[in-house]
């Protein structure tokens, strides 16, 4: 335990402004989303411009591709969101049917076989399989959240456990520790957005 925490304390004396910046912008914007907070999206934005920089540096290629995508979908998102407002009315919660996750499972398997193969012959990308997979389930599990889609709590409960491992292998302790952060935070935003989808059904019955 003692290990542990020294390695922590030596991480966050290394840690740049950036990589703390982009850590209590994370923060913030997972917080935000749980609440169904628009501004959400400007705080993500902010974290995934600034983490192209930290994993490109970390050789971690795809999870800063991934941090593109996140930048485009914080955009996204900000309109999306926006425009369920109106009326006094916010985009509300729904679920998609078990067929549309099982066909995007299989594509995002598919993916994962070709990219991770490419990545691991033709680049020192480190875990290009398991990174691949991250990326990928986790580019659709944005989608779900910019949709306000409930099951997007289960793919990123899936995702983030996944890339504790991985972050904590490449020296990104601290960031790490986030991603475990987030773990935690992922139960509180899965019940929260069900009780949403659960009254608005209520109210498009009545």
Same mark, same amino acid.
């Given at each position: 335990?003692?290990k542990f925490?020294?390695? #922590?304390?030596d991480?966050f &004396?290394?840690?740049s402004?950036v $990589?703390i910046?982009?850590v209590?912008? @994370?923060?913030l914007y +997972? +917080?935000?989303?749980? /609440? &169904?907070?628009? *501004? ?5 934005a902010i974290s995934?411009?600034?983490y192209?920089?930290?994993f490109l540096s970390?050789?971690?290629?795809m999870?800063s ?6 930048f485009?979908m914080?955009?996204y998102?900000w309109f999306? *969101? ?6 006094g009315q916010?985009l509300p919660?729904?679920?998609? !049917?078990?067929r549309?996750?099982? #066909?995007?499972?299989?594509?995002? !398997?598919l993916l994962? =076989?070709?990219?991770g193969?490419w990545?691991?012959?033709n680049?020192d990308?480190a ?8 990326? %990928? @389930?986790a ?5 779900? +959240? =910019?949709r306000?889609?409930? $099951?997007n709590?289960?793919?990123? #409960? ?5 890339s504790i491992?991985?972050f *904590?292998? /490449?020296? +990104?302790?601290l960031?790490?520790?986030l991603? %475990?952060l987030?773990?935690l935070m992922?139960? %509180?935003?899965?019940?929260? *957005?069900?009780?949403?989808?659960k009254r608005?059904?209520r109210?498009q019955v009545?």
């Amino acid at each position: 335990m003692e290990k542990f925490g020294a390695t #922590l304390l030596d991480q966050f &004396q290394a840690w740049s402004v950036v $990589e703390i910046i982009a850590v209590f912008c @994370a923060v913030l914007y +997972l +917080l935000l989303a749980i /609440r &169904q907070s628009i *501004w959400c999206w400007i705080f993500a934005a902010i974290s995934t411009a600034l983490y192209v920089w930290i994993f490109l540096s970390a050789k971690l290629y795809m999870e800063s591709v991934l941090n593109c995508f996140y930048f485009g979908m914080a955009v996204y998102g900000w309109f999306v *969101w926006n425009s369920g407002v109106g009326d006094g009315q916010e985009l509300p919660v729904r679920m998609f !049917t078990m067929r549309v996750h099982l #066909l995007a499972i299989s594509i995002i !398997t598919l993916l994962v =076989a070709a990219v991770g193969s490419w990545l691991s012959l033709n680049t020192d990308a480190a875990f290009p399989f398991i990174d691949s997979a991250t990326t %990928f @389930a986790a580019i659709w599990a944005t989608f779900l +959240l =910019a949709r306000k889609v409930l $099951e997007n709590w289960w793919y990123f #409960l899936i995702i983030d456990a996944i890339s504790i491992y991985i972050f *904590w292998s /490449r020296g +990104l302790e601290l960031t790490a520790l986030l991603y %475990f952060l987030y773990l935690l935070m992922i139960p %509180f935003g899965f019940f929260q *957005w069900k009780r949403s989808y659960k009254r608005s059904k209520r109210q498009q019955v009545s």
